[in-house]
């Protein structure tokens, strides 16, 4: 039984294109994350969610908008597609209230390219 | 410069070596120092966590943090071909971070037979 689960595993859209890309976990966390992962390897945090709430928001243009309907889910929506923006994007989550001592648990990534 | 600075290598060694992962950086509020692997075409997991300065050890693996240096390593003893993957280290700051981590670009390590 998948603990941190993402739909679609992989997109391929034009420049331009809106596209949603949804995230669930199972494990009964209370925090969420977003990370970037560039073609270099380079994991980038984007977005956390603690108890639906918007906690941690990096640099990051505003077209991403992420969205937690629940505590065990957490979409991230994405304007206007952009070559920069293909890369693998990693939901996470971790157990209690976003410290860093607290594991976190990675789904498998979404790997969207932007043509 | 980034924060963390991690060389991405490539690292290629024989079964059986010993290999040393390091990353060194510049944020002193940094007290949580992990290292993730990620094989590939996966989600990074948590392989080792240390607190502040010092060792752990676990199994093959070692992680050390010396603090005074702002530098990390792993050290993999007896390294199998199952070993290879990216290693990526991570860290974090206590208090209002929220759980931040900031990683190092990950090395990338082949082990062959």
């Known amino acids: 039984d998948t603990a941190v689960s993402q739909t679609p595993k992989y997109l391929v859209t034009q420049m331009g294109n809106d596209k949603s890309i949804k995230c669930e976990q199972n494990?009964?966390?209370?925090?969420m994350y977003w990370y970037k992962q560039d073609s270099k390897k380079f994991l980038k945090i984007m977005f956390s969610y603690n108890n639906k709430e918007l906690i941690i928001n990096e640099t990051v243009p505003n077209r991403f908008s992420p969205k937690s309907p629940d505590k065990a889910h957490l979409n991230l929506h994405i304007n206007s597609l952009e070559l920069g923006d293909s890369a693998v994007y990693f939901c996470?989550?971790?157990?209690?209230?976003?410290?860093?001592?607290?594991?976190?648990?990675f789904g498998p990534g979404t790997r969207l390219t932007v043509l | 410069q980034k924060e963390v600075e991690q060389d991405p290598g490539p690292l290629s060694v024989p079964e059986g070596a010993i290999v040393s992962l390091n990353c060194t950086y510049s944020n002193s509020a940094f007290q949580y120092f992990m290292w993730y692997r990620q094989y590939s075409r996966k989600g990074p997991e948590l392989l080792m966590y240390?607190?502040?300065?010092g060792n752990k050890e676990d199994g093959r693996f070692t992680a050390q943090v010396d603090k005074s240096s702002k530098y990390i390593s792993l050290f993999i003893r007896d390294s199998q071909p199952s070993d290879s993957a990216t290693y990526l280290c991570a860290m974090g700051a206590g208090g209002t971070s929220y759980g931040k981590l900031t990683f190092g670009q990950g090395t990338i390590l082949t082990v062959h037979p």
């Open positions: 494990l009964g966390h209370d925090t």
């Open positions: 240390t607190y502040s300065s």
């Open positions: 996470a989550s971790s157990q209690v209230g976003g410290r860093a001592l607290d594991t976190q648990y």
